[in-house]
C-alpha cells in the first residue's frame, strides 16, 4: 500500500464517522466495538478523553490515541508521559513497513495497549473518504447558509468579499495606529515606527500556538533602548533568547551557547525587564521548522536589520519605486539572516537532519499581508502619501493569491463557491469567517440577507479545523 502523508487529524475525522469501516479488530485479533468516541482533546496528551470502547466483549472506558503509523508512539515518546496511563485503544491508520518489529505500545505503568490498525477495515479508498470530507461537511464543518447560499449570484458575493477586503485592512491598521498612539505621543518618530514593526512581525512568527507570547517579547524589546545599546549579533541572540527565557537552566554546551549565555549574563543587569518562563512557549503539535526557537532565532535577525539596515525605509522605497512589490518584499525578508547555528539546529543541543530555512515562503506572505500591508498603508495616510496610499492599494487589489491556503479558506471556497485570486480576496474571506460566520452575524452579512430575509440564525459557524 502506497502511504499517503495523511494527518493525525484528517485520521480522526475517518474514525469518528463508523461507515468508513466495519469488523475491527486489534493487532492481537480481539473484535473492537466503538460505544462512545469520546471528547476531543485540543490540549497535551491522548487524543480523545472518556471514549467507551468495547474490546473482545468487555467494555472499557478511558482515553483514545491517533497515530499515522505503529512507530509513532516511540517517537512522540508517549511511554513516559504519565497523561496517556488511562488509554485503552491506540489507532494507526498504517501498520509497519516489511522488516520493522512491532510491539503493541506500553505506557508508563507497563500496562500492554491494544492496537487497531484502521486501514486494514476501510470500506472504501481514503480517495473516496476525502471527496466526501470536502463535499458534504458536518455540522461542525458547515456554514450556516451552506448549501442555499447557491441562491446568492456569484457577483454579489464577490462585491461582499472584496468589500470585506477593505474592511480587514483598515482593522489590521488601526491596530497598529492603537499600538502607535500607546508608545508614541506623536507618532512621527521613527523608531516608533520600527517597534512596531517588530512587534507585529514577531506577532505573526508566532502562528495560532506562539502569538501571544511572542508579542508579549516585542513588547518587552524596546527598540529605542536596544539601539543604544549598539550590540553585536550574538548579542541580539542573547537578548531575544534570554528575555524569552530558554537560557535559564540550559544545560547543553557548545561555543554559541556559551557566548550567548555570557553575553546574556551581562546584559540582563542593564536590561531590566520580567524574564519569561521557557514553559509559556508552546512545541506540542509543531513541526520542528515551526517550533519557537527558530522564530525566535529569525526575531533577532530581524532585530539586527530594524537596527543596522533600515528595514522600515527599505519596506516602503520598494513600495514606492519598485516594479515588482510582492518579489522584491519576498526577497527582503528571504535574506534576514540568523546566528549559523540555528541554520542546522530547531532547539538547543537538537540538531536538524538538513539545512533550516528560518522561515518558509508561506510564512512570509502571510507577514506581507497581515503586517506589512496594513503598516505600509496606514504610514501611507498618516503622512498623506497620495501615491503610495494608491500603489498599496493597487497591490492589495490586484497582487495573486494562491487558492485554498488555509484550512478556513478552503471551507469557505468550497462552500460559497468562490475562489480567491488576490490577497484582498483571502483577506475579504477570513474577515468574514471571523467576524461574521463565527459570531451568527448572518443579518449584517450581505450573503446572510439574502439567504435568510426574515429568518433569525442563532447558530454561529463552528469549524474544526482538520
Known sequence: MIKLNLSENFISRI???????SDLKTTDGHSVEVIDFG????????????????????????????????KDWYLHKHKRDNKYNDLILHVVFYANDPGELFNNPVVKKARSIPTLILSEFLSRSVHEIWKEVINNPTVNFKLPCYPQNKIAAQSEKT??????????????YSRIQDRLTEISETGIEKIYWDQVLFEFICEALGYSKNKEQFLKLAEKI????????????????????????????????????????????????????????????????????????????????????????NLFKNIIGIFEKSENINIDLENLFYKIDVSDYWKNHYDFGKE?????????????????????????????IKFEMGNLNNRINYFYQTTKQKSGSNEVIRVMEKQLDVKVNTFSDEQGLIHLHNFYCTHGKCSKCEIGKLVFENETVTEPLRIILY
Open 15 to 21: 474514525w469518528e464517522d463508523k461507515s468508513n469501516y
Open 39 to 70: 471528547i476531543p482533546n485540543y490540549d497535551a496528551g491522548p487524543d480523545y478523553k472518556n471514549a467507551k470502547i468495547k474490546i473482545a466483549g468487555i467494555l472499557y472506558k478511558g482515553s483514545v490515541e491517533i497515530h499515522r503509523s505503529l
Open 159 to 172: 462585491d461582499w468579499i472584496k468589500k470585506l477586503g477593505i474592511e480587514r485592512l483598515n482593522y489590521k
Open 222 to 309: 524596546e527598540v529605542s533602548e536596544i539601539r543604544k545599546m549598539n550590540l553585536n549579533r550574538d548579542e541580539i541572540d542573547s537578548l531575544i533568547f534570554g528575555q524569552s527565557g530558554f537560557l535559564n537552566d540550559l544545560k547543553f554546551r557548545n561555543q554559541y551557547i556559551s557566548a550567548i549565555k555570557d553575553s546574556w549574563d551581562k546584559l540582563r543587569l542593564r536590561f531590566k525587564k520580567e524574564i519569561m518562563n521557557k514553559s509559556e512557549w508552546n512545541f506540542f503539535r509543531l513541526r520542528p521548522p515551526n517550533f519557537p526557537t527558530l522564530r525566535l532565532a529569525y526575531a533577532a535577525g530581524l532585530m539586527y536589520e530594524i537596527l543596522n539596515k
Open 352 to 380: 536538524s537532519k538538513s539545512r533550516n530555512t528560518p522561515i518558509g515562503k508561506e510564512r512570509i506572505t502571510a507577514v506581507i499581508s497581515n503586517v506589512i500591508l496594513p503598516l505600509a498603508y496606514f504610514y501611507s
